[in-house]
Structures are given as C-alpha cells and as structure tokens.
C-alpha cells in the first residue's frame, strides 16, 4: 500500500501496512510517527505542514478523497455526494436542520467560500468566561491573524463584479439606515472578467483561485516530507504513555493501524466527538465529550423580482452586515444563493407552485440570516456505529431568528421584490464545540495546551474547541488556533 503526495502526478512516499486481525498483530513493524493527524481539513493540513516543517515526522489522515482542480466533481449531485457525508447532508433528530459536513481533502476550505473574518471581543469574552482560559483574547490573535494574512493570498471583493443580489442586499440594507462592509475572501486570480462564477466553488474552485489548503497549506508541507493518506476513515483511538495507537478502514487496503507519539484530533465537532465515543475509556474521563455543539443556524429567504438579479454570477459573496446593532442582537445577514438542486429543497412549494418558482430561479435573491446560537447541542453515538445529532432553537435564538428575518423583509421591500419566500428549513454549516477548551475536564475536553484532559499524547485545535459560538466565519480562527496549538506541541516535544 503507498501513501500519496497528492499533487498533479501522485509521488510513491512511503509504505504502511495491513492490520492482520486473526494474528493480532501488524504483518510487519511499524513506523512511529512524531505525530499522526486526523482530518485533512483548515485545522489538520495547518498543523501537520507546520510540525513537518518544524523537523517531525507526519502522518495525515482523511477519510475523504483527494480532488484537484481538475478532477472535482461539476454538477451539483456529484459535489454533494463526493464531498460530504451523509451524501450532502445529515440531519437534526426532528429533521428540522441540515448539517453540512464536508469529507473531502481539504474539508470546509473546499466547499466554503474561504472568508477571512477576525473575532471581536464579544466573541473573545464569552470564550473566557466559558473555559476559565486567560489567553483567549483579541491582543493574543491579532498577530497570529496578521501572519496568517501575510502567509496566504487574499483580497477584498471588487464590487465592480457584484450581481444583483450583492446590489440588492447592500443598497436595500443602507437604504433601510444599516452599515454593510466588504467581505475579505482568501482568493487570488479568481477572473471573474472572463466570467468565472464562484457558486462553482462551492464544489470546488477549478482554478485554484480560492485559497484551500490543498492550494495554500499542503504544498509546503510535501516539500519536506509530509504523507497523506485519503480515503482512510479512523474508527478507533488506543491511548498509551509513550506510544498512540490508531485503527481505520480504507476501501482498498482494508483495516489498517497505526502508531504514533501524538495524535492530533482534526475532524471536527462531530467527527472528533464519534471517533472518542467510540473508542473505550474516553467518555469516562471527559464527561463533556459531545456536549456543548453549535452550529451558527442559518435561515435563507428568497425576494422574487420581475427582472433578472444572477444572484449565481460572479462572486457568490461580496458584502457582509457590520452594523453593531445586529451583533448585539445575535444576528447577522449575508447576500447568499444556492445551486438549483438545494434551492428547490429551501422552497416550500410543491408540485406545480415549486415549478412555478424554479422557473424564477434567475429573478431570486437571497439573503440569509445566521444566529449566534446560545442553545447548546450534543452528539452522541448512534447503535448503527453513526452519530445522532440534537440541535434544536431555544427560544432566544427562535427570537434572532425573526428579527433577521424582518429586516430581511424590509431590504426586500426597499428594492422593489414582488413576493417574499421564507426557506423552509435551517442549515447548520459552522460545526463547532463537542470537545471545547476548559481550565478543568469537568467543563470541557481540551485543556489549555491543547492536549486532551487526562491524555498527554492527544491533542486538538480545530472548530471542536471552540467553548461557545462566536457568531462569526470561524476559518480565520480555526488556522490561528492551529498555528497556536502548533507553537504547544513543538514546545512540549
């Protein structure tokens, strides 16, 4: 079996080899690695490069594929089943919310539009409050934001590429007296005068303009010697003193295990909180592995307008809310779309009254609300070996919710929309907290050096550890975290 260095022509690494069950023992010794990754996407790509660097030896592990620019799937059916699990998305227990979770190399830098937003002190401030932890603050992340910024191409959105619907939400949101600002992406050359549209990233950027990991992050791990292996979903964690062990299926080369000094847990909220339920002696250390799960719920409303708005051209994004009365009220909005396929889903219409509004699909706008949640969820470990998903509204987020949704109202009013369709249900795509940062195990599963509660050899930075929702795009965050948690790891060693 060969690890790949995934790049146009996949190099020949390394070796690993299979886990023979029946002796109970590896075919062959194993390397031991300094640190072995799980989940290839914003936190593990930046923590495994970076250890790579630094001069240790790394393992990276995803379960799920290796695309490139060339090979990621174009059409919408395609990209949802290859790139997510659960074939787009799982549900909430009352099938009231979609999660999306990516699987793919990469994870959330592929499927989302790679924006780059700092946390403010309100997030920061419930941060500390939550964990007990002092160094959560704006004064220690500035300078980790500023390199990162230095480190990956990025860019304001040219406003001369703006669609309809950016027109719509950023005149019918100061005609209504609310501040709006530029939204900063991690892109470069995306060639939107040659008529690029970025709702393609969503599955996948074939141009390499949207900064992903495997475009900005990865390459320089290669270069000194960092393996990945794609396909590979780990099933089980051993924990020991000097040595980690780690078991996971591949569709080609069957059951596989691995050895390691450290592990580093990068699979997100949900994938880290299934992976340590299901591996023994966890739970009863961490009596809040799974608990405290956000999503930042999402809500998109439809204006339909007797005149062509493209809200699918050029940049799917271009401006964000920035007035300070939405933060303090929980909320934010954000000029969004969505591929036929997932607005078709969002519509509550059927049968002929469906197809009626598909057919305006080009005179749709859309704004979305999102909520910084206050209500929180849990994961547990479902009987089938999956995950069972309770995240429902409290009444305060239920309470956010419609006061984005009147000013969404509004804005459409203001820019002259004939009817207004409220999305008929909520999405969760910000997947955060199951593990959290805490002082003590009894108030979350990672302690301040990153490291797992009662298990020196485990350790985590990745949106799993955010100890509440910030109500802001996390990807920024989530890299500084790695950056941070990579500084530890290097320190501890």
């Not at 070796?15 to 023992?25: D, E, F, G, I």
């Not at 396909?231 to 924990?239: G, L, R, S």
């Not at 969760?428 to 020196?456: T, V």
Request: a positive charge; proline letters at 5%.
């Amino acid at each position: 079996m060969s690890l790949h260095r995934p790049c146009r022509r996949p190099l020949l690494l390394g070796v690993l080899y299979h886990y023979n069950k029946t002796l109970a023992a590896p075919m062959k010794r194993l390397p031991v690695y300094d640190a072995l990754v799980i989940g290839a996407g914003i936190s593990g790509s930046n923590i495994a490069s970076r250890l790579q660097a630094a001069g240790m030896t790394c393992l990276l592990l995803e379960a799920g594929h290796w695309f490139n620019r060339h090979t990621y799937p174009r059409n919408e059916r395609d990209s949802n089943a290859s790139l997510f699990w659960g074939g787009g998305m799982e549900l909430n227990t009352s099938t009231t919310m979609a999660i999306l979770r990516p699987k793919v190399v990469g994870g959330g830098s592929i499927v989302n539009q790679a924006l780059l937003d700092e946390f403010d002190g309100s997030a920061f401030d419930s941060w500390r409050a939550q964990s007990g932890i002092d160094f959560l603050r704006p004064e220690v992340f500035a300078p980790v934001y500023e390199q990162i910024r230095k480190d990956i191409p990025n860019e304001k959105l040219d406003h001369d590429f703006d669609n309809g619907n950016a027109r719509i939400f950023h005149e019918g949101l100061t005609a209504c007296g609310y501040e709006t600002a530029s939204l900063t992406r991690a892109q470069r050359g995306c060639r939107f005068e040659e008529g690029n549209d970025c709702i393609e990233c969503l599955g996948g950027c074939r141009l390499d303009s949207k900064q992903s990991t495997p475009v900005a992050v990865l390459p320089k791990g290669f270069e000194h010697g960092l393996q990945l292996l794609a396909d590979c979903e780990v099933t089980q964690i051993v924990p020991g003193r000097d040595v980690q062990r780690v078991y996971a299926q591949h569709p080609a080369y069957g059951a596989l295990r691995f050895e390691a000094k450290r592990i580093v847990l990068a699979s997100g909220a949900i994938g880290n909180s299934k992976l340590l339920l299901g591996s023994a002696g966890f739970s009863e250390k961490l009596p809040m592995l799974g608990q405290n799960f956000w999503t930042h719920p999402q809500y998109m409303m439809f204006g339909v307008y007797d005149k062509p708005v493209h809200a699918w051209k050029g940049p799917m994004q271009s401006w964000k809310t920035s007035d300070p009365r939405f933060r303090a009220k929980g909320f934010k909005l954000e000029n969004v779309f969505a591929p036929p396929v997932a607005v078709s889903m969002l519509l509550p219409a059927l049968g002929r009254e469906l197809a009626r509004d598909m057919r305006k699909l080009d005179s749709l706008a859309s704004i979305e609300v999102a909520v910084r949640d206050v209500t929180p969820g849990r994961i547990t470990r479902a009987a089938n070996g999956g995950v069972t998903i309770y995240k429902e509204l409290g009444e305060e987020e239920k309470r956010r919710v419609d006061a984005g949704k009147d000013i969404i109202r509004e804005t459409f009013a203001s820019t002259g929309a004939k009817r207004v369709i409220d999305g008929k249900f909520g999405i969760g795509l910000h997947l955060m907290g199951g593990l959290c940062l805490n002082q003590n195990a009894s108030g979350g599963c990672i302690a301040p050096d990153f490291r797992l509660h009662d298990f020196p050899g485990i350790w985590c930075a990745d949106s799993s550890s955010f100890p509440t929702a910030p109500g802001i795009n996390p990807s920024l965050t989530i890299m500084a975290l790695a950056r941070l948690a990579t500084t530890s790891i290097l320190e501890s060693a």
